[in-house]
């Protein structure tokens, strides 16, 4: 079914789209016909719905409306980006641009001149200028918030000739553009901690210590009667270093009951073991009375007894009233909560760290991840239906989340699956296809000559069962010079690098640097022919390195940025680009700078499901209610092809 049918080219329908001839005759008909701004265009994008699942669960029966919208515009696959990680992909989407313009490289980007990773989806400075009074500090000017995507913005565009735009739960739009239209930031949004989703388990259980985990923290708390559970500080802006804001939630534990009456400043719930609170609304009290932050919580009763045991969900910034802008205007995001009541604003709204860390079991995990699917759908409900013309966007997460956590219960290739985990939990992912399904068919499929409807994917998916220890492997190859104890598991490029004799190294997903002198710190490559040199060979030798235990290729493709990137970020982009081949993937501490003992290791992290790979393995998917007329469609050909429906000029960057 997928489908590869020539309509019309996509060549000649972009040349003809730029040159304004995009009404005349022999194109798609919904273009001949549109006649002013008024027409709608909804595009839903799925965050990792992938065309192969999509066309298995059609065959199945059991996705109906996307079987109808194959038989108008077929199964595309929609060709995404290198590296296929959601916040480039997402990027190229919203700018029509590939990285070399809009500047989204990866997940994780470097600062060259100090080599300190940070994330590429939006970073909070601190004020340049402060006035320190004892042990308190006041900011003089504000904390700049900075987004780093660069290019266009299809919602500006549209609303700069007057088409009405809203877009919500954005990704890699903190803060947001500033725009008429109405938007809601998405991925890439923290929490209070600064975090992409930072929770906190308190558990009396002997057997546990207080400890950081990825992505959350243990704390161990003395049992009695009464409890005191004191919230892991949060840096205070008000406050010299060191200074953290506290937050404490009392806990009455009723054994007998299997419950607890809790605590957490104005709020008092009782929970049963086993239940969710409602959210409820925090402060932060920065500076007393002065600067306060306001927070949303929910609290999860685990266990009540033997061991008792409490779940703290990461501190979203309240939509009510939120601590950094997260909504054009700036009372979207209020009004939003007015409306429809509290809801997630954490840009990763599952908690899959919580789940990696053993905080959550699967059915925890699972539990939450579908209050989050309900979140999303209640917030799509409300605006979707005060959607009368222009265009509108709406971002789901749950088909990448769960597919990333639960894809080791549902194929059977994936070294961690097992008969009882597909038993329990094999039917989520076809339920939350399902699920998707069921929203398309809310939508008014049939109303092609007024309103376009565009499902979209930035990526599908693939196994990750094995990962590739990057940085080892340049060790074990000589690019990377280690110091005296280069085995040690905890070693990284920071703590143990001969930076005067490396040649490249590793931060990212994706991405490899050479040590370029006057770039880096302690450059050892000198530019071009050396570096060029130095990237065939690294390429050559990374296409020839195999997995020893089954004799596959590692990569399915490396690429030169110069073969992937134009514009005018390019400079800034990775030297190398690696295509990993599934089921491998770069391994979770090189992400980072760690080094590792070996090359490649088994996968035992329940993230079992991944696109970080190579783009042409992980395709997105297009499917639409009206033929579209592209014949092989390209993630950065939308915004353009968006713009062109409303009659709107799209010159490239
Ligand atoms: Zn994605």
Redesign the pocket.
Known sequence: MLDNKTEYTRRSFLKLAATGAVLASGFPAFLRHKTSVSRRVIVLGI??MDPKLVQRFIREGFMPNCRRLTEINGLKCLQTINPPQ?PV?WSSFISGANPGVHGIFDFIHRNPSTLAPFCSMGLIEPPRHKLTVGSYVFPVSSPNMRNFRQGKTLWVELEKHGVNCTALRVPVNIPPTPSKAKTLSGMGTPDLHGSHGFFTLFTDDPNEMARDVAGGRIERIESGKQIVCHVPGIQNPFRSEGHKSSLAIYVEPDSINRAARIKIQNNEVKLKEGEWSNWLQVTLPFLPYVAEALAICRLYLKSARNPFSLYLSPLNINPASPAIPISTPANYAPALARDIGLFYTQGLPEETRALSASAFTDDDYRHQAIDVLRDQQRLFSSEYHRFNDGFFFFHFSSL?ANSHMFWRAFDQTHPAYSAALAKRHGDFIPWLYRQMDNLIGTLPLADSSRTLIMIMS??GFAPFGKQFHLNAWLRDQGYLVCGQSSSDKELTIFNDCDWKNTRAYGIGMNALYLNIKGREPYGTVLSDPAAEQLKEELKSRLLNTHDPMTGEPVFKAVYKASELYSGPCAEQAPDLVLGYAPPLRISWESVLGGIGSVSISPNTDPWSGD?TVDADCVPGILLANQPLGLEKPAITDLAPFIASNFGVPWKSS
């Open positions: 965050d990792g959601s992909a990448d930035d990526h696109h």
